[in-house]
């Protein structure tokens, strides 16, 4: 109780002020959401936890001239409204690269079928073609803060059990032969966003869409997580692609705090139970993707344990620049973790990680 006064008081003091599109501290505005469910909708007290709350302009690498290396463009720009990330990579006769990452009109990205991984080459004639072998051009549009780095650069570090991959795009290829019941535990956060989270409902859907569904192949649950976690469906609730596909893009944005623990928790005591499905002869799998840390670590570890204790293998996704990495390898035994830049390309990535439950 002395805390949560004590952080009334500073938010108090700070109310009245025009801050930066910055937080008073991550920790501060967690806690305050915790005892504040509307924190976000508070105009007044949100100001102070606007990057928080997404209320923040959308940041976006800023190199409009050519550089020979992403890692040569350290600079950002706060982008307008009606602005998104804009990313072009240029490629030279002679094999090298040139990138240019900036703000675009988001007008611009979709109105000339420019965005969003579409690629342009070069024809004889000096006109441009949308698809052609040469592909001189491509561009890339997004909506997440610093998503504006190229995709094709991988950094992949082995541990002794445990994999942690920066993911490149590829294409889903259907699973078949493969009887594992599959726990999705998604990050409902405030953090995460609306529009993050129904990149998360699109990665949920493909990768089901790869799947082989029926009680003699894959079974599928959804758990959803904020302050509390919530079963969205379990394992034999629905038995087709169709009907998976359908609710994986109805599942409805809790928003919250992060408790992981709680997640894990109801996996390990509920969804994964023969009274909900399970099966004694099929392989359990969980994945999770989240956007940062969670509320209580030690209690998410703890939980995460039980459940690799059980057999159980974690397939760990951490999204966007404030994912914890080292916080992810702690719940994860034998399983892997990846990281992903932004949750738009997130469903770009269902084939690296559908390629791991059939181990």
Not at 58 to 83: F, H, R
Not at 141 to 163: G, K, R
Not at 213 to 230: C, F, H, K, L, N
């Amino acid at each position: 109780m002395e805390s949560w006064y004590i952080l009334c008081v500073a938010f108090a003091y700070f109310v009245g002020v025009e801050p930066a599109c910055e937080d008073v501290s991550t920790a501060a505005c967690s806690l305050f959401l915790a005892n504040k469910p509307d924190l976000c909708q508070d105009q007044a007290l949100s100001a102070n936890c606007k990057r928080f709350c997404g209320q923040c302009p959308l940041v976006c690498y800023d190199c409009p001239i050519g550089v020979s290396s992403p890692d040569n463009c350290t600079t950002t720009k706060a982008c307008s409204p009606g602005e998104v990330c804009m990313q072009k990579t240029h490629v030279n006769p002679d094999g090298s690269k040139e990138f240019i990452m900036s703000c675009e009109s988001k007008t611009t990205c979709e109105g000339l079928g420019l965005g969003f991984h579409a690629i342009i080459g070069k024809r004889s004639d000096g006109m441009f073609s949308v698809e052609h072998a040469r592909r001189d051009l491509s561009f890339h549009c997004c909506d997440v803060d610093q998503c504006n780095y190229p995709t094709e650069f991988i950094t992949t570090t082995t541990l002794p059990t445990t994999t942690v991959t920066t993911l490149p795009t590829t294409t889903l290829k259907p699973l078949h032969n493969c009887s594992r019941d599959i726990v999705f535990v998604l990050d409902g956060s405030t953090s995460v966003g609306s529009s993050n989270h129904n990149y998360m409902k699109s990665f949920v859907q493909k990768l089901i869409g790869g799947l082989t569904i029926g009680p003699m192949d894959s079974q599928v649950a959804v758990v959803e997580y904020s302050d509390t976690a919530r079963v969205e469906w379990y394992l034999t609730d629905h038995t087709s692609i169709r009907d998976l596909e359908n609710a994986a893009m109805t599942i409805p944005y809790v928003q919250g705090s992060t408790g992981t623990h709680a997640a894990f928790y109801l996996v390990h005591n509920s969804v994964l139970t023969s009274r909900h499905g399970a099966r004694p002869n099929a392989k359990d799998i969980v994945i999770i993707l989240t956007d940062g840390g969670t509320d209580i670590p030690d209690l998410a570890v703890n939980e995460a344990k039980k459940l690799e204790d059980d057999g159980v293998t974690i397939i760990a996704i951490g999204v966007g620049p404030n994912a914890d990495t080292q916080e992810l390898l702690q719940y994860v035994k034998t399983g892997h973790v990846y990281t992903v830049k932004s949750f738009f390309t997130l469903p770009y990535f269902t084939s690296a990680i559908a390629q791991n439950l059939c181990e």
